[in-house]
T-cell receptor, first 113, second 112 residues
């Protein structure tokens, strides 16, 4: 069966520090991968998606970047965090070309202080 | 562009009350429609989906019918429980795109 792992679950980082959130999927190959952010009191915002290794599409210009070094690994990064980067970050995957809904990871709550 | 408009919350209901959370969409073509649920401290989980007009998705006592004529996908449950307290997101996936569009979420609190 397919599973998605996302870590860490919570993170408190000072302003200006770097960030690395990791997401891995097991039990499938060539998935579509996504990073979403849910800011406090707001809905989900798509940040990045990837349809293959090294292929990253950015939906919103911002202080973050994403990479997909392996087929089932998706990393969200920042060189210098801002206060506005605080939020709940969700990784998700979907089978390539399918009409299924997403399967989400358990999320990372990031607080920038 | 494609979008989802969802009833704003928060919604507070007594246990065993009837629940409706409205969702309407704007999309070209024939989207698939979804409801996701986010329990406190957790990520989103797929609750139910419908892939074509007049389909009814159902799960855990929740139902939603894909109404093309009214571009709606309202979520309903006949008798809510305290354990249903969560944030509910309506979403659509277009057949021409590679991404989902989510509503802003509706927070539901069920009190005993």
């Amino acid at each position: 069966s397919q599973t998605i792992h996302q870590w860490p679950a919570t993170l408190v980082q000072p302003v200006g520090s770097p960030l690395s959130l990791e997401c891995t999927v097991e039990g499938t190959s060539n998935p579509n991968l996504y990073w979403y952010r849910q800011a406090a009191g707001r809905g989900l915002q798509l940040l990045f998606y990837s349809v293959g290794i090294g292929q990253i599409s950015s939906e919103v210009p911002q202080n973050l970047s994403a990479s997909r070094p392996q087929d089932r690994q998706f990393i969200l990064s920042s060189k210098k965090l801002l206060l506005s980067d605080s939020g709940f970050y969700l990784c998700a995957w979907r089978p390539m070309g399918s009409n299924y809904g997403y399967t989400f990871g358990s999320g990372t709550r990031l607080t920038v202080v | 562009g494609d979008s989802v408009t969802q009833m704003e919350g928060p919604v507070t209901l007594s246990e065993e009350a009837f629940l409706t959370i409205n969702c309407t969409y704007t999309a070209t073509g024939y989207p698939s429609l979804f409801w996701y649920v986010q329990y406190p401290g957790e990520g989103l989980q797929l609750l139910l989906k419908a892939t074509k007009a007049d389909d009814k998705g159902s799960n855990k006592g929740f139902e939603a019918t894909y109404r093309k004529e009214t571009t709606s996908f309202h979520l309903e449950k006949g008798s809510v429980q305290v354990s249903d307290s969560a944030v509910y997101f309506c979403a659509l996936r277009t057949n021409t795109g590679n991404q989902f569009y989510f509503g802003t979420g509706t927070s539901l609190t069920v009190i005993p």
